[in-house]
């Protein structure tokens, strides 16, 4: 406590009571009798002056001492008045500046609200007291104001804190001291090991310890269950809330190991239960928690620990630990207020009782006086908000309840999502249903538009373009002739192309044959794109000629589009025997290993994606066809977005990748061509920024898309303020079909974020059980929905890890992918991302 005071404010460290009087006072005698304690008791008039060069304060004992007294009258205002002023009151007291150094320890508040109703306000630093020396300071006080009424004086000698202080340095020097060091050196690891935040907002370490109380309403019915637990044996209350927090922490980090700091008051020897003075100390409570252990186990864990710790208690330090760590971050108290009691006609309670001894980041406190239990969360404001507190709050009381139900339930299993919650979660948040829709084969979608739109055009490649009519004439050629090659449902062809005319052509046409494209980027190395089409068994590769020497593989057929000149026989294409469950692209991405992994997406996921993006995003924002670009390689899952804009009726235009390299050229582009609806990463967006697209007085897109990478707070600030443009931030992994989520930066939003799902996705945040975790809780991210791909190509076994059953769903087989993106919902429902559990690379 000393070294804590010393290296940070000591203003937090205080204890401090509300003690109602009730019946006929005399408050020159309640003064008098006051400060006479102070006479009797050295701890209540000893400052802590800091001497330049040591490393701890000195104890300085005065001759005399001296109260700060205050009188405060509030018998002319209105009761609920008064409650107010008293709670305004107390909590001045405990930011009251301190100087340890000078100033009188002791401080008293006197309240008068009728002649014979007070209220008494004390307050000592924690150097002074602690809850059981505040406890023993008012029995003494009543104690002494009766026998002061009566004309006598207490003529015991009180126990010294001095004479405490120096019995605990010679049990420090008894045989015992090893055996007490042993005990703790074995739970260091867990002392050790930091806990992790429970929420994401948590800041950092670097600030004054700010404690603030917020206090948990229990209803009856709790009450008398949590009550009756006394009258069981190996269980009570104490025990069960302790369990119930200690589950809760457990479930919040998802770490086995805790270290949970539990105050341990320190009188456990008689000659110390009247002592006053700081005796009791935070005791490191370790336990590794399993799924599978019953409550009522655990709790039973936790009293032989505690039972263990109290035997060695005294011998406790934070020898050896570095000072930002001597300190337990997730604490617990339980204290037993004694009942009122009287001195003659006045009757004395505490009313309420607040010590704070050690630092902390949270801790529950609970007090239970008579029939009554009342529960406070005690926390650092400077490292959690009101709201991320309330949210705990009813988290415990969902634990508690959930416990209460069954005390042999699994720890694991007990609940810590309020039903209310639950309900939010599964809900809105998480899903936006569609009603009903035709869907479409990806071909079946462009033919659509090439009746309705024929003569508009469809393509772009700098100065050549191809109307919808066009375009589809091509790529009926080129379908015919794949599948004169035996091409069809469920057969791969690779795409290995510059995006281009030619590339667009050929991936219409391979839909068309009823097959899926495997698009190959250029710039893969000769080992890459050989594994990919072996990996793919691609029955045939569509190139160009510049590209066409690269391809190892002699066995494999392959077409030059660039040079390939169609069949006049026949004009006709039937229709291809496939369906929206069939493959319609296989895209291959690196995993942690290195060792790419394709992913295989069916028509209806691409058709799903597309509507998604249709109802939540474009319907808000585009009211026609428009120029869009293809602003990416085939080889990325980003360019289907634009594939989807163009069988929908959008002008694709195909950036050479020259033009997409060059930040000044590629904005020239979009004044020129008027183009309205731009896609990117941030990394390509702030180029564009940097080259002039917010600034500039030429035409400006309508539209932006971003995705791929997590957009900075600093970009993020710069979009949200873009007068001209919509900038719209998007996420989804390849496996989930491109985006999932989306958001506008508006200023509005004060950080990053990746939205809300799109309409017909579904997107949940478990824990490492596939357990919801409330609001405001980091896990990893789930989606599910009909947009998630089929699974992984030929790798079955990472396919059922990543793909997993929606314990959820409503429809029979319907599943999950494991983004492995760890993310936590906002009080307003939109999702944050909070980074990667691993590093893989998309």
Known sequence: MCILQQSMSAQPYRAQCAVTLTGPLNSTILRATLEDMVERYEILRTTFPIIAGMSLPLQVIADTGTIAWTEVDLASVAPEEQRQQTAALFEALRRLPLDLAQE??????????????????????????????????????????????????????????????????????????AAGGNHWRNRSRFVAAPLLPPFAEIQTEAHDFQPTTHAIALDAAMLEQIAGLDAQPGLDSALLLLTCWQVLLWRLSDQPDLALGVVDGGRKYDELADAIGLIAKHLPLATTVQPQTRLRDL????????????????????????????????????????????????????????????????????????????????????????????????????????????LDAPVGALAIVSEPERQQLLGAWSVTPLPATETLCIHEQFAQQVQATPERVAAVELDQSLTFAELNAHTDQLARHLRGLGVGPEVIVGLYLEPSLHALTGILAILKAGAAYLPIDPGYPAERIAFMLADAQAAVVLTQTSLQANLSADDLPSICLDSWQPDSAGTDLPPAAVTVDNLAYVIYTSGSTGQPKGVAV????????????????????????????????????????????????????????????????????????????????????????????LTADEHVPTLALVAGEAVTPELWAELARAERTIFQNNYGPTECTVNTTSCTIAPDAT??????????????????????????????????GPSIARGYLNRPALTAEKFVPNPFGHEPGARLYRTGDLAHFLADGAIAFDGRIDQQVK
């Open 104 to 177: 009188p320890p002791l401080h008293a508040t006197l309240i008068r609200y009728a002649p014979e109703s007070h209220a008494l306000l004390l307050m000592l630093p924690a150097l002074s007291a602690d809850a059981a020396a505040l406890q023993q300071l008012v029995a003494r006080l009543i104690e002494s104001y009766a026998a002061s009424m009566q004309g006598s004086a207490p003529t015991d000698e009180p126990f010294q804190y001095a004479d405490i202080a120096q019995w605990q340095n010679e049990l420090l020097e008894s045989p015992e001291t």
């Open 299 to 406: 709790a039973a864990q936790n009293a032989e620990a505690l039972q263990a710790n109290a035997q060695w208690q005294e011998y406790f330090t934070w020898d050896g630990f570095p000072l930002e760590q001597a300190y337990l971050p997730y604490s617990f108290e339980f204290v037993e207020q004694p009942g009122a009691v009287s001195a003659g006609e006045l009757t004395a309670a505490i009313e309420r009782l607040y010590a704070s001894v050690d630092r902390f980041k949270l801790k529950l406190s609970c007090t239970r006086q008579t029939q009554t239990l009342s529960l406070e969360i005690i926390y650092d404001s400077a490292a959690f908000t009101a709201d991320t507190i309330r949210r705990l709050s009813d988290c415990l009381l969902t634990v508690i309840s959930s416990a209460l139900a069954n």
């Open 602 to 693: 069916t028509h209806r996921a691409a058709a799903n994606f597309q509507h998604g993006m249709q109802t939540t995003v474009y319907d808000r924002w585009i009211t026609q066809p428009v120029q869009t670009t293809l602003n990416a390689p085939l080889s990325f899952d980003a360019s289907i977005q634009s594939l989807m804009l163009l069988v929908n009726g959008h002008t694709l235009h195909l950036l050479p990748n020259w033009l997409r390299q060059d930040n000044q050229a590629l904005l020239s582009y979009l004044h020129e061509r008027r183009i309205e609806l731009i896609t990117g990463t941030p990394t390509q967006i702030q180029l564009l920024v940097n080259a002039g697209l």
């Open 751 to 784: 950080e990053p974020v990746i939205g809300r799902p799109l309409a017909n996705y579904e997107l949940y945040i478990l824990d490492q059980r596939m357990q919801l975790v409330p609001v405001g809780m980091s896990g990893e991210l789930y989606v599910g």
